[in-house]
Nanobody
Framework: VQLVESGGGLVQAGGSLRLSCAFS????????IAWFRQAPGPGKEREGL?????????DYQDSVKGRFSISTDNAKNTVYLQMNSLKPEDTAVYFC?????????????????????WGQGTQVTVSS
């Protein structure tokens, strides 16, 4: 499985960005793609943001609910994360990750390490 993120950059507070995660190599019908971020600084762990399953179900964490939106284009094998009303505290490296099965979206927020396949990350910087 391969995942490649793109779309990061520098944006002013209140602005928007759309991240893309192009994925390939899946041979399973049941899988999920989740977005995570890791803020700079010691001790910062990866934070789960949102998850979309191949059955169409979607989950958001409270920290981004109402501001971020996850979607997928199955024809392009790409998952998007639309980020609106960005804040300086959204500054981080953003990753997408994939796992197979029926329940990855139930544990992505608390057990990011269970996701075996990761992209290289894309930097998002929000200036105040």
């Amino acid at each position: 499985v391969q995942l490649v993120e793109s779309g990061g950059g520098l944006v002013q507070a209140g602005g928007s960005l759309r991240l893309s995660c192009a994925f390939s190599g899946f041979t399973f019908d049941d899988y999920a793609i989740a977005w995570f971020r890791q803020a700079p600084g010691p001790g910062k762990e990866r934070e789960g943001l949102s998850c979309i399953h191949s059955d169409g179900s979607i989950d958001y964490q409270d920290s981004v609910k109402g501001r971020f939106s996850i979607s997928t284009d199955n024809a392009k094998n790409t998952v998007y994360l639309q980020m609106n009303s960005l804040k300086p505290e959204d500054t981080a490296v953003y990753f997408c990750a994939a796992d197979v099965g029926i329940d990855p979206c139930t544990y992505y927020s608390s057990h990011y390490y269970r996701f075996p396949s990761w992209g290289q990350g894309t930097q998002v910087t929000v200036s105040s």
